[in-house]
């Protein structure tokens, strides 16, 4: 495999010291995605190759750009690409082509990084399984008849295949952390502020969401992260970037980590996933930290209540010309248009009482947080499942409600905008991956990325290659 093999950090050095040129890197590239990509669907809107080489050996010779310099890189198909097709997996806008970047895209282009393509995701970031009308299904390396999770699959499954050295995702019902999980890789999600989106609606509430990094080590999480963090001066609650990948090394010794497990058995979790996790936990006791299972520090039910409000809200404000467009709206799939009228239904008063849980919960957070450096909870409630599922449709014979319920163990890290790195636990018993969220304080982004990098040397489970491809 080559280049492939290398983490992207490896890489950086590598063409930073002249070792090998962005040219090489790229032809490895592409001839590992003309031979794998054709399997799982990870990397959309392909560029033309003849481009990309002669991008890259332009690149040979041209001042370092950046961190990315010279890299291959496919980004979200949720973020705008100038010049490269942009579909947000919608047959709305199967042929839109931008005329600028997002300030993401214009973030990791402007630090070298070489666009190949786009990375599939459902339509309209909408689910955690990456399959729409416009590209298809991605497929999950380690098993090909199961889903690369969502809504960053694409990402997920690229890196865990090494079509990919490190990818963008983005989070906000655990999009970047449910694949990371199902793919056996790293997804990170930065506190809200941290890595800040464009100017565009409403930016007070868009902080339940947010863009963050992916690897196949913490490294590459923390350095890419680097490349993505930074105050935008247009909207709120910015948070100042740092060199996160110099602020990898830690003692766990004395740290203090507290286990949520199944939330006091209000969330349903197949059979073998606690236990896993439970195992990764024993890593860090073995490095010296204390681990703590404890009561919930809230009610489920009222986190819920809270989430499934503003996300509705948030949904319906954001796609009212869509869905008031009869012949728009006939081409939205039935999830989104069923969360867009949850929306519309919606009071000022659930609306407010959403929000006054949202506040009490972060209130109680922060109480716990002056006991315990991190809380635990499995990043994913079922394995990776049929492709051909939308959604599950239960979990352990109890019906989920709605089609993003058997997700809800992310919401408490999502709803106040924790900090939370996906980390691999393992397989179970069909060879499937899983993995576990590990959350900090808001802005302890550094601290949290620390404990990741001590798990990762203790374990990397990411060396586990997908064995069909």
């Known amino acids: 495999m080559g280049l492939c093999a290398l983490s ?58 950046g961190w990315l310099h010279g890299m291959p890189f496919a980004v979200k198909d949720l973020c705008a690409t100038k010049g490269l097709r942009t579909t947000w997996g919608s047959p709305l806008f199967a042929d839109f082509v931008p005329v600028k970047d997002d300030l993401l895209a214009a973030r990791m282009r402007g630090a070298g990084a070489i666009f190949v393509g786009k990375t599939n995701t459902p339509e309209w970031g909408h689910g955690s399984h990456s399959f729409n009308l ?49 793919c056996n890789v790293y997804g990170f999600r930065p506190s809200w502020g941290l890595v800040p989106a464009d100017a565009e609606g ?34 709120p609650f910015g948070r100042a970037g740092a060199d996160f990948g110099a602020m990898l090394d830690v003692d766990m010794r004395g740290k203090r980590i507290a286990w949520l497990g199944d939330w006091g058995g209000a969330y349903q979790i197949e059979p073998g996933i606690l236990e896993l996790c439970e195992a990764g936990l024993q890593v860090f006791t073995d490095l010296g930290a204390q681990v703590e299972a404890i009561a919930p520090p809230f009610p489920a039910q009222k986190l819920w209540q809270a989430w499934v409000t503003l996300r509705a809200m948030l949904n319906a404000g954001g796609m009212k010309a869509l869905y008031d467009a009869p012949v728009k709206r006939a081409q939205i799939k039935p999830e989104s248009v069923w969360e867009i009228e949850q929306g519309r239904g919606l009071s000022a008063q659930a609306v407010y009482e959403a929000s006054v849980i949202r506040s009490r919960y972060y209130a109680h957070m922060a109480r716990l947080f002056e006991r315990f450096d991190a809380v635990v909870l499995p990043t994913a409630q079922v394995w990776p499942f049929p492709v051909e599922w939308r959604w599950p449709q239960a979990i352990n014979g109890v019906a989920m409600d709605t089609y993003h319920r058997w997700m809800e163990v992310v919401i408490p890290v999502s709803l ?25 304080r808001v802005g302890a982004d550094a601290a949290v990325l620390a404990m990741g990098q001590a798990y990762h040397l203790a374990t990397d489970w990411p060396a586990k290659r997908p064995p069909q491809i």
Do not use: C, W
């Open 416 to 440: 106040i905008g924790l900090p939370a790195l996906s980390v691999p636990v393992g397989f179970g018993a069909q060879g499937l991956p899983m993995g576990m969220q590990i959350a900090g």
């Open 202 to 235: 409403d930016t007070f509430m868009a902080t339940m969401a947010t863009e963050g990094p992916m690897g196949r080590t913490v490294e590459d999480v923390a350095r890419l992260l680097s490349v993505q963090a930074g105050e935008n001066p247009e909207v």
């Open 134 to 182: 416009v590209h298809g299904v991605t497929r999950n390396p380690y098993d090909l008849a199961r889903t690369a999770g969502g809504s960053s699959g694409g990402a997920a499954a690229g890196l865990a295949a090494r079509i990919l050295p490190v990818a963008d995702g983005s989070d906000m019902m655990g999009s970047l952390r449910n694949p990371a999980a199902f």
């Open 8 to 65: 992207a950090s490896e890489l950086a050095r590598m063409i930073a010291a002249k070792v090998v040129a962005p040219s090489e890197v790229m032809a490895a590239y592409l001839a590992r995605i003309s031979s794998v990509n054709g399997a799982i669907n990870a990397v959309v809107s392909l560029r033309d190759p003849d481009e990309l080489m002669a991008e890259a050996r332009a690149a040979d010779d041209a001042p370092s750009a």
